[in-house]
């Protein structure tokens, strides 16, 4: 069992790639923990915890977990709704902690009953709503921190007592949280090699100690190992609590899935493997179990630490781990420095966050996608924003299945279901070019599309054409019997073309209909991504084509 749980054959990468890793972790835990409304050290402690042990126990070898934006934002939405139920922080504490150990019993119940395999399911309006939603609260709820202020705790009551902002702002709070957004953004200018977010929060906080300039600042960090807190996990909970803890565990748990499994999709495509969905739901479900258990916030897979760790040299489960040590190692040692850290100071590192978490691709195409998956994405955007985060999930999944359905309904019959079919030559509408077809069908596939190709689809279709042969030199897709796209098709069929061209492949589309043909030239997929000389109206003008540029 040991030998599956760590693999030491690549030491020296993983030591250097959990190292880096837990560097880029650190001043992030300490954002994401202040903004929680529990303190940094609940940021530190649900890194170290959730970055250990779902690490070791994922199944995404090369992993880097942790505090991310929309799992914090949650978080911060359940502190404030215990917060007003029980009157503090401190009374809330049991209410708050116990979400979050149900969240992760649920999210290893999701790694036991493959629920992974729903996930994909997702509607791509609905997610990129819901995550341009959570970076827009995560930029809001950072705007008065950033002056030097006390915020109010939802988006609405900020907006509202906007005017403040202009007129008590803390002019040496505004200066380290702009110093701190220009050394984000301009400091990998000139070196990558060391993260941008820690020189920007080390040289910030130096300046404003330095300086003696008089800041909110972050306060006392205890430096010890952090106390079990299942006493006050299961004390002072009022009946009227149990529905917002069930409510919160459950979005946390479905979050965290996500979250870490589009991680491990990314990670997949860096280090060409495959990562086992349900371990890794059991894995992110131990460490967040954990994190509860010492009164961190919970966490998931961290795109950022995740790619810095592969590029450093991580291959295997062992870099996760170090990563989470670093950061333990960090509270041990130097948790009473960070007492220092100013808060205008993490808010100029959370800002940048808040506007990569924005899913600038969704909107800049909201008015070329097909009408009702735009107004699925900004319902879901605005309830997430301003409304509960419970609410926009559900309306938005509902809402979107509905519209589907109308769809469907309105192509007939034939528009229900969605086939994929290899090889028709059954159907032999090109007899003269069978011969050239024969002779090269092992470097040539022909995929036939039938039906609408949608979000109940992609995921299959992705596996499929990720799954052919490395042989294979062009993929003709027949498209005559899709009679429309919605925008998750449109992006599945993105990264598909995308990936294959990067493997070789080329990509011909044969006989769009008006719709699809409309859509992929509306965001220029055509002729960006797919030329218009691969785009053709019968198989026989793609093998022709083809004759010319794999054929002799």
């Known amino acids: 069992m040991a030998s599956k749980l760590l693999d030491f054959s ?26 929680s409304g529990m303190g940094a050290t609940a940021g530190l402690y649900g890194a170290i915890m959730v970055g250990i042990f779902a690490a070791i126990f994922g199944g995404t070898p090369t992993q880097a977990s942790g505090p991310t934006g929309p799992m914090t934002v949650v978080s911060a939405a359940l502190v404030a709704a215990a917060i007003q139920l029980t009157g503090s922080l401190e009374t809330a504490m049991g ?5 979050f150990l149900l969240g992760g019993v649920l999210q290893i119940v999701f790694g036991l009953i493959n629920i992974a395999g729903y996930v994909k399911y997702f509607p791509y309006p ?13 930029i809001i709820l950072q705007v008065f921190p950033f002056a030097g202020l006390k915020s109010g705790k939802s988006t609405f009551a900020i907006l509202q007592d906007l005017p403040r902002f202009f007129t ?13 957004v220009l050394i984000y953004y301009l400091f990998p200018l000139i070196t990558k090699a060391i993260p941008s977010a820690l020189v920007a929060l080390v040289v910030a906080a130096l300046a404003g100690y330095f300086l003696g300039w008089d800041v909110p600042i972050i306060g006392d960090i205890p430096s010890g190992i952090p106390s079990i807190q299942v006493g006050t996990m299961f004390s002072n909970i009022p009946p009227e609590a149990y529905m917002l803890i069930v409510e919160y565990a459950v979005v946390l748990a479905v979050l965290g899935s996500i979250d870490s499994l589009l991680t491990s999709v990314i990670a997949d495509n860096m280090t060409k493997t495959r990562h086992n969905s349900n371990r890794e739901l059991i894995g992110q479900g131990v460490g967040n179990m954990l994190a509860a258990i010492f009164g961190g916030i919970p966490g998931a897979g961290a795109t950022k630490g995740t790619v810095v760790n592969i590029n450093a040299g991580g291959k295997t489960r062992i870099s996760g781990a170090v990563h989470g040590l670093f950061l333990l190692a960090v509270l041990l040692g130097l948790g009473s420095l960070a007492a220092y850290i100013p808060l205008s100071v993490l808010a100029g590192l959370l800002i940048p966050i808040g506007f990569k978490i924005i899913d600038t691709k969704g909107l800049k195409h909201l008015l070329r996608v097909p009408k009702a998956d735009a107004v699925v994405l900004i319902l879901v955007l605005l ?29 007939g019959e034939k528009g229900i279901t969605m086939e994929l079919v290899e090889n028709l030559e059954d159907e032999k509408p090109w007899q003269d070019e069978l011969p050239f077809y024969d002779l090269y069908k092992d470097k040539i596939l022909i995929k036939h599309l039938k039906g609408p190709l949608f979000f109940g689809f992609t995921a299959h279709l992705k596996n499929q054409i990720a799954a052919i042969d490395k042989n294979i030199k062009a993929l003709i897709i027949r498209m005559d019997e899709v009679p429309l796209i919605d925008q998750s098709g449109l992006y599945a069929l993105e990264d598909i073309v995308f990936d294959l061209e990067q493997r070789g492949v080329q990509v011909l589309l044969v006989n769009l209909q008006e719709q699809p043909l409309d859509i992929l030239r509306s965001i220029d997929i055509i002729p960006d991504l797919v030329s218009e000389d691969h785009i053709f109206t ?15």
């Open 10 to 35: 690549n030491l020296k990468g993983d030591l250097t790639g959990g190292l880096v890793a837990g560097i880029v972790a650190l001043p992030l835990a300490l954002a994401f923990g202040v903004q």
């Open 95 to 99: 209410i708050i902690l116990l979400s």
């Open 126 to 138: 609905v997610v990129s709503g819901f995550m341009s939603g959570v970076g827009l609260i995560i």
């Open 168 to 180: 008590e702002f803390n002019i040496y709070a505004l200066a380290l949280g702009a110093l701190t």
């Open 383 to 411: 309830i997430t924003t301003f409304g509960s985060l419970i609410q926009a999930v559900g309306i938005g999944v509902a809402l979107a299945c509905i519209l589907f359905m109308k769809k469907a309904s309105d192509l």
């Open 538 to 552: 019968t198989v026989e003008g793609a093998f022709a084509y083809l004759k010319e540029t794999i054929g002799k």
